[in-house]
């Protein structure tokens, strides 16, 4: 980006408009991964998800728009430098999904392989084996984890016992 002219006039990126494009891709990338980790939506999802990109390109509307002396050097970076400028769009782009596919593998090798036990569950119910007693145990057996607490509890649980056995 630092050598593309992207204002009318030829000027090459400044910081402004470097950080517009750097916290669009930031919007992108959040809001995407919420949505990927989601495993069930709602219209109330969609709208905050979506929504939150949707807000993000008024925002930069609505500040552009106001008097420089406000705005000061976001004036107008959205209409006249960003969105004019094919770069911005592959930039959002490829900065969106080379973030996001790290996840997603880990996501999907985790799921895949080391599923959690409100996975199995999500997979018991999709592939219709809710009638079927041996891998409802299964589920049942890899889900089962000696359960850690704190120190603290430990120290108390043991105290409360050593009480109730009168040592």
Known sequence: M???????????????????TMYTCVVWVVNCQMALSVNYFTYIQHLFIWGGIVFWYIFL????????????????VFIEACAPAPSYWLVTMFVSISTLLPYFIYSAVQ????????QMILWIRSDGQTEDPEYCQMVR???????????????????????????
């Open 2 to 20: 630092e050598h593309q002219a992207f204002r009318k006039g030829g000027e090459v990126v400044g910081l402004e408009i470097l950080g517009a």
């Open 61 to 76: 509307l609505a500040y552009g728009a106001m008097d420089p002396y406000i705005s000061t050097t976001a004036y107008k």
């Open 111 to 118: 799921m895949r392989f080391f599923p959690l036990y409100h």
């Open 141 to 167: 057996q890899r889900s089962l984890r000696p359960t850690t607490v704190g120190y603290t509890a430990r120290f108390e649980a043991k105290s409360t016992e050593k009480q109730k056995h009168g040592r």
